[in-house]
């Protein structure tokens, strides 16, 4: 076993891990982030995207251990702290870019990831920004209009400098510091 400490959703958890422990078995079954979901174990379907020091990563794909002293967040992590949802849940929620939604989680950080490097983007970059995640339902084209929604959305937040409280929470606002207490799980 190996001890890792990983801050997860602002919360820091120190704990053994097996060398080949997969980084989406730690989040689910010793985090408890069961948000982040398997689809394929292969890496191909993206549903277990998390953001692993702000880059978007497929979980499955990346070791635990490789995760040690690094910040992940896990779609349990995005919406604000008093519970606003970030403009992508909401827009994908309100545009209906889902329909049973097992794809949604990854589909989301992925686009955090997107929106992070192209503020602005054209339709066929966010097409490309989400290949990696797979739909089995939508057809992806409200998932499109989902992204554009939010990214105007975030762009015009950005624009409105309005006070810290009136916010949601963005990637870059997912910190860390702001966890109350730091819980160290031994
Ligand atoms: S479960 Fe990781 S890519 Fe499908
Ligand atoms: S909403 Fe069902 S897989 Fe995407």
Redesign the pocket.
Known sequence: MTQISVRVDGVTYADDVEPRTLL?NYLREQVGKVGTV???????????TVLLDGVAV????VLAVQADEAEVTTIEGVAAPDGTLHPLQRAFHELHGLQCGFCTPGMIMASIDLLRDHPDPSETEIREGIEGNLCRCTGYQNIVRAVQHAAGEMSGRARSDGPASDRSASPADVDTAAAPHAVVRA
């Open positions: 989406v398997v689809g394929c174990d292969t890496s191909n379907c993206g549903a277990c497929k979980s499955c794909t």
